[in-house]
């Protein structure tokens, strides 16, 4: 199978890039092929401006979807974009290996979704509308699997943790960013208090790590509802029928 890393951390000794290298040893060794993009070496541009269309009547006013659909359709975009559009349509399976910081993504992988994630690619895919979204679109029958380190503990990260639940916090990148365009998002693997794990449990996370990687193409992913599997009649809001009594990020989860 096909796997893409995408990496976004800026120190290349650090436990991410310790988990990343071993995501790749792992991977290799079982067969498949990998690729990564390596968001800090490749000095990926994590603003979406009007320097990311060329192309564009630059007397008009920046319209980022219009211009990202049409940038895209015209196969005008820019040289990087492209490529890491060509690695999503490649890839089997997509592992994000990134810290958890300000309780989310560092912003160079916030910048990633932005640019990459051209109207009429991942969303307004096929017909221009909302037709093929949550569970549907351009990167269907695909796996995602998100791979973080926070420093806190993870009983900051519980239930009733001082942080909040981390599958709440990164419910926007998992529902919102990956579950969007069709993939099918993987329990979160989280390494709690990375500032202060000694040599051991440096091995212990590379260990766990490899067990999740073991199941990347067999394991259950996250229950998000579907869009169009009839729990969203207007595809907007749950019926009435659906989870009653529950609201929030939980309603959605089946």
Known sequence: MRVLIVYAHPNPRS????????????????????QVSDLYAMKWKAVADADDFPSRDSSAP??????????????????????????????????????IWWYGLPA???????????????YGYKD?????????????????????????????????????????????FTRGALFYPGMEVLPIFAVYGAMFLDGDGVQCAREALEQRLMGLFTDTPIPFRRQNGGDYPDRHTLAEDVAPGVSGLAAHLA
């Open 128 to 172: 221009g509308t909302n037709a093929y979204r949550f569970g549907e679109g351009i990167l269907a029958g695909k796996r995602a699997l998100v791979s973080v380190t926070a420093g806190g503990p993870a009983a900051d990260y519980g239930p009733r943790g001082i942080n909040g639940p981390l599958e709440q916090l990164l419910f926007p």
């Open 108 to 122: 160079i992988l916030k910048g990633w979704v932005d640019r990459v994630y051209a109207y009429r690619f991942a």
């Open 15 to 34: 436990l991410n890039a310790t988990l990343r290298d071993h995501a790749v040893s792992v991977l290799q060794r079982g067969g498949h092929d990998v």
């Open 62 to 99: 920046l319209d980022l979807v219009s211009a990202s659909g049409e940038a895209y359709l015209a196969g005008s975009q820019m040289r990087e974009i492209a490529a890491e559009q060509d690695k999503l349509l490649w890839a089997d399976a997509i592992i994000f290996q990134f810290p």
